[in-house]
């Protein structure tokens, strides 16, 4: 074999699903009679940022959430950095904490300190010895610019304040890619900038993000990608730039018409 061929060879192995981080193929999903995600397919690459934007109902959160393995689905595969996540048991809770997940709404622990909700996972989970769980926590909430809050509780902090500590306790699990349901939706308007940009932080230190969001500016600034989903399934995919100036499905055109109108 010549080192052209083989170059070509490593070339092409590269470039191969098998490297994707996150690979569903042929997922269905059911609710009852509606058929929420349709014949699904999808390669995420490692450190890419794929954003999610589409109508109310068209399978953008149970698509999100099925990665997760919070909703089951009906047929099709999902694999994590090359692993079949399975049904349920240790190999599917090992697998989940692969996948970090920030929600619309918070989901801390009232009652614990803002530092307890995000050493919690580390320790319990991960093993990890608490002043290691603690460093590791105080770098995130430093990160995420409210680590002079770790010693409340969540109820003393703003909306956008927790929904960062809630990324900060995804990230202190060292998860392989974030999973995003609509992280800001929940929010006031002056506190979804705060999020976005704690967001935009972490895509340009290559994590890999899924982001299920209706900010378009997230989406251009922050995203690899844009999926355009629609009645259960991916109606397009493209780059911010190609998708927003030049969107090929009539569905895009109307959705793009109606919500950058105002």
Known sequence: ????????TTASAADSPAQSLVSLKNVNKHFGDL???KDINLEVSRGEVVVVIGPSGSGKST?????????TIDDGE???????????????????????????SFNLFAHKSILENVTLGP?????????AAKELAMSLLKRVGVDNQAQKLPAQLSGGQQQRVAIARALAMQPKVMLFDEPTSALDP????????????????????IVVTHEMGFARKAADRVLFMAD????????PEEFFTNPKSDRAKDFLGKILAH
Do not use: Y
């Open 123 to 131: 320790i319990k989970v991960k093993g990890m010895k608490g002043g």
């Open 1 to 8: 074999m010549t080192s052209d061929s083989q170059s070509s």
């Open 78 to 104: 999902i694999r994590i950095d090359g692993m079949v996540l399975p049904a349920e048991g240790k190999a599917l809770a090992k697998l989940r904490a692969d996948v970090g997940m920030v929600f619309q």
């Open 232 to 239: 259960g399934q991916i109606v397009e995919q493209a780059t």
């Open 190 to 209: 002056e506190m979804i900038n705060e999020v976005l940009d704690a967001m935009v932080a972490l895509a340009k230190e290559g994590m890999t993000m």
């Open 63 to 71: 698509l999100c959430r099925a990665i997760n393995r919070l909703e």
């Open 35 to 37: 058929h929420v995600l």
